[in-house]
């Protein structure tokens, strides 16, 4: 069975490292959606991200949804993202559900179920470490027994100008994020793959390039989620230090960037979002 890092190096391999972040907003949909799904705003959230999907696929493998603008609109937006989901699996995309699960014993496993399992079966999920290792233990678990393998993005430095209020915190051996990459490096020594990488990654942000440079280099063989590019200012170059020359190592989420490159008005909505995409993978291949 193919470990859960050679399947998404294979899938940067074949469509290269843009991730596409499905963040469904109903006041930033088209008008013309807005106007027909007035009354069933899930359905155009399923209409809209099927279109997103179809619209970026010649340009990335990888796609991330964010659970919470789902989960806004009840059953209704859980079963658009479940319907998403398994139409990116069907076209051959790498699937991240973004749910920052963080919880501890059976509610974890529980958790992890949920997510691998039919409910979202997604290839991987985002998790808070702040409970500590019996917290991520139960997802490492559940991933690594599923079949195909799955893997997780644990949160380490993240994108958020606040994040640096307990990331940055210091103790006498550094700060706290540089503890938390170290636990993540030792979790992910279980599962290298033929890639060189394991199936424990992690979240860390374009926006801080220099914590990014250095966070590379203590986790040589962690795969990193890379969010901050686009539209909150961080750059394709700052992005590109996570990788190795062979561009493997790290995968690049832009959401706002490619789900909403054009106002609701714009009737060539559909053009923005295929160019935002050729544009962004042409500069994270540094084009």
């Known amino acids: 069975m193919q470990s859960f890092a050679d399947l998404l190096a294979d899938a940067v391999r074949q469509n290269g490292p843009l991730c596409v972040g499905i963040d469904p907003r109903w006041e930033s949909l088209p008008i013309s959606f807005q106007q027909k799904f007035a009354h069933a705003p899930a359905e155009a959230f399923t209409h809209f991200g099927r279109k997103v999907l179809e619209l970026c696929a010649p340009n990335s493998g990888i796609v991330k949804f964010q659970a919470a603008f789902f989960e806004l609109f009840g059953p209704a937006g859980m079963q658009s993202m479940q319907t998403l989901i398994q139409d990116a699996r069907e076209r051959g995309y790498f699937v991240i559900l973004d749910a920052k699960r963080g919880d501890i014993a059976s509610t974890a496993t529980a958790y992890a179920q949920a997510a691998f399992g039919s409910t979202w079966n997604a290839d991987a999920l985002t998790v808070n470490p702040y409970l500590g290792a019996d917290a991520i233990e139960p997802f490492i678990q559940e991933a690594r027994k599923a079949e195909p393998q799955r893997g997780l993005f644990v949160l380490v430095r993240t994108s958020n100008p606040g994040g640096g209020l307990f990331q940055n915190l210091k103790n006498e051996t550094g700060p706290l ?53 686009g539209a909150q200012g961080g750059t394709a170059e700052d992005a590109r230090a996570a990788m190795r020359p062979d561009g493997l190592g790290a995968i690049v989420n832009s959401s706002r960037g490619m789900t909403f490159p054009f106002q609701p008005e714009d009737a060539q909505w559909e053009a923005r979002i295929q160019h935002a995409a050729q544009k962004a993978q042409a500069e994270l291949r540094g084009e």
């Open 177 to 229: 994020y540089r503890h938390v990459a170290d636990a993540v490096a030792s979790w992910n020594e279980g599962a290298i793959g033929e890639c060189g990488y394991g199936d424990v990654g992690a979240v860390v942000g374009a926006t801080n390039p220099h914590e990014l440079r250095e966070l590379r280099e203590a986790m040589p063989r962690v795969w990193f989620l890379v969010p901050g590019y």
